[in-house]
């Protein structure tokens, strides 16, 4: 037993659920967020932040408004996959996992998105693009900021 | 109770007890990282892997199986050993600069890692991620302090957000039981620092010589056990000065 009187363990699954619905609204897991979470759940804080910090799906970082995700699945990698990568990496100045200083993208990459027959393949917000080349990149990214009126200024690329 | 056999030698241990204590009961003695015996098994570093050739053959972690019948341990199998030596071989790689690592791997014949050494910011690393700071720090003192963070290559122990950790209670329980001596704590003027958590802590000053002896957030001790609140107060030297001048008193100023 432990020194210190312990709560009730709570119900099972409810931290990762709890964790799900924080990124759901936010886009990431803020702080405050987090330390509400175990207060509520009755889970210590170092352990909301392991499961936390151990699962790919949350993130630590405000995210952008866009989510491209960049195959290099195996069939995407032979096909082009990482020059795509590394041409979106050259145009929107962040590296995997990072968001634009503009909130617009945030860019990912991932392994099959299950439409190996049209590698190389891209996604932005659940949208696939298919065949890519580098070159057509800067116009699906001029798309999606051309989608948000007003609000934020952007430059085109 | 339960009757197995160690080596091919014969030991019974009560039902519920773990291979590794059946194996230190019979005088065999095995490596162990993880393993803390006030603790749950956790059977994460590997080092006590044995070979059961009886009821059916497998390679297990001693520390995390339970006792059966009829139950034939070997804890020299080429493939326990091999197992073992390999364990030892990746901390080898993670650790190379421990000296608890160097000496556990040359009494298993191990001296040099196939695995590589790590990359230079991480070459002082000396924790294993055995867990056992985690644990002790959640099961027996129950204040989760720390945990785990991250996975993978990144994974580490850490107090949430890397900054101080707001149910530390300074006990040093994690440093105590560090089996690599990873974890780095200092009592320095009247602060306890517990430089692997970011942590501060106040230390608690004895009324009587003013030494400062144990951690001001450990002072809920008192109040849980009243029968020692009041000797909560004075150090341990004054407490033992205190209690010897009592005994001394009693013993001579009633009759015998």
Redesign the interface.
């Known amino acids: 037993m432990p020194l210190i009187p312990q709560p009730p363990p709570p119900a099972g699954g409810a931290l990762l659920a709890r964790l799900h619905a924080i990124n759901a609204e936010y886009g990431y897991l803020p702080e405050e967020e987090l330390r509400r979470a175990a207060e509520e759940l009755g889970v210590p804080l170092s352990q909301v932040y392991s499961a936390a910090t151990f699962y790919a799906a949350f993130s630590f970082q405000p995210r952008g408004r866009h989510t491209i995700h960049v195959c290099l699945g195996t069939a995407c990698y032979i096909r082009g996959g990482e020059k795509l990568l590394e041409k979106l990496e050259s145009t929107l100045g962040v590296r995997p996992g990072e968001t634009t200083d503009d909130r617009a993208f945030t860019v990912e990459t991932v392994h099959c998105v299950g439409s190996c027959s049209m590698s190389p393949v891209m996604r932005v917000d659940g949208d696939t693009y298919g065949r890519l080349r580098a070159d057509l990149l800067p116009r699906i990214l001029r798309k999606y900021r051309e989608q948000e009126a007003g609000g934020v200024s952007d430059e085109g690329m | 109770m339960i009757n197995l056999t160690v080596n091919e030698q014969p030991v019974t241990v009560p039902e519920g007890t773990t291979i590794l204590q059946a194996v230190r009961a019979a005088g065999v003695e095995l490596p162990t990282l993880c393993f803390h015996e006030g603790l749950a098994p956790y059977g994460a570093c590997r080092l006590c892997m044995v070979s059961i050739a009886a009821p059916r053959h497998a390679l297990v972690a001693s520390c995390a199986y339970p006792v059966e019948e009829g139950l034939a341990v070997e804890t020299n199998s080429p493939e326990a050993v091999s197992a073992r030596r390999l364990a030892l071989e990746f901390l080898l790689s993670r650790c190379p600069q421990s000296e608890v690592i160097q000496e556990m791997a040359a009494q298993e014949g191990v001296t040099a890692s196939r695995f590589g050494t790590p990359p230079p910011e991480r070459a002082e690393e000396l924790c294993v991620l055995c867990g056992l700071c985690?644990r002790v720090?959640?099961?027996?003192?129950?204040?989760?302090?720390?945990?785990?963070?991250?996975?993978g290559m990144e994974r580490r122990v850490g107090?949430?957000?890397d900054i101080q950790?707001?149910?530390c209670i300074g006990c040093g329980a994690c440093a105590e039981i560090c089996p690599t001596k990873a974890i780095k704590i200092e009592d320095r003027g009247n602060k306890r620092i517990l430089h692997t958590w970011h942590t501060t802590v106040e230390l608690h000053k004895c009324p009587q010589c003013g030494k400062l002896f144990a951690p001001e957030p450990m002072a809920?001790?008192g109040e849980?056990f009243p029968e020692i609140e009041e000797q909560w107060a004075l150090c341990p030297e004054c407490r033992r000065a205190r209690t010897a001048q009592q005994w001394v008193e009693q013993r001579f100023t009633s009759p015998a």
Not at chain 2, 142 to 147: D, N, R
Request: charged content about 10%; aromatic content about 12%; overall charge positive.
């Open positions: 985690v720090c959640r099961e027996a003192i129950g204040a989760a302090a720390i945990g785990f963070i991250g996975r107090t949430p957000f950790a707001a149910t809920f001790l849980m």
